[in-house]
T-cell receptor, first 118, second 110 residues
């Protein structure tokens, strides 16, 4: 148990569906991250939030829409996805280095959501 | 951008053997992190290193921050079945995002 939870753990959706992934951290962190993990590829950073503000969007297609209502919760809204978007989506959190600059030290990961797009 | 070369990509060992893996970078890092990922789970932080030359242990695991700040090593002594999984290194250069290696898949042969 790392203190970061993700729901659902598994999701199968069609290309026309709209779904959301949820992440919650109980570590008192103020920085949260979304990563995509595909087979045989390094972890790909998607989004970074620091004190609820998005500080990084790593050229992610607009069919992925993040939302961070508070420092403990992070969502990833999905719509009109493609089969190549099938992957493990990981949420992580960390202490911020400084306000306005998210720390990239010691990130703690959730268990991930295994997404399959049909 | 920064790249992390992690080797070996996979290892097949017998229970009780020692394991060594490493990561090398094309640029300097301020922090090295080592994670382990079990099937169907997220990466779990094993060891964090903050200073060049630092040697840190966590049970049977020992990791070192290379003197050049461009590499790091992870050793596992007397491997046991629960050591099976994928091990990732990650480097942090200060202002940049964490850069992850491609992982070392450890398999223990019965």
């Amino acid at each position: 148990e790392t203190g970061v939870t993700q729901t659902p753990r598994h999701l199968v959706m069609g290309m026309t569906n709209k779904k959301s992934l949820k992440c919650e951290q109980h570590l008192g962190h103020n920085a949260m991250y979304w990563y995509k993990q595909s087979a045989k590829k390094p972890l790909e950073l998607m989004f970074v939030y620091n004190f609820k503000e998005q500080t990084e969007n790593n050229s992610v297609p607009s069919r992925f829409s993040p939302e961070c209502p508070n420092s403990s919760h992070l969502f990833l809204h999905l719509h009109t996805l493609q089969p190549e978007d099938s992957a493990l989506y990981l949420c992580a959190s960390s202490h911020p280095l400084d306000r306005g600059l998210a720390s990239h030290n010691e990130q703690f990961f959730g268990p991930g959501t295994r997404l399959t797009v049909l | 951008g920064q790249q992390l070369n992690q080797s070996p990509q996979s290892m097949f060992i017998q229970e009780g053997e020692d394991v060594s893996m490493n990561c090398t970078s094309s640029s300097i890092f301020n922090t090295w992190l080592w994670y382990k990922q079990d099937p169907g789970e997220g990466p779990v932080l094993l060891i964090a290193l903050y200073k060049a030359g630092e040697l840190t242990s966590n049970g049977r695991l020992t990791a070192q921050f290379g003197i050049t700040r461009k590499d790091s090593f992870l050793n596992i002594s007397a491997s046991i079945p629960s050591d099976v999984g994928i091990y990732f290194c990650a480097g942090w250069g200060g202002n940049e995002k964490l850069t992850f290696g491609t992982g070392t898949r450890l398999t223990i042969i019965p």
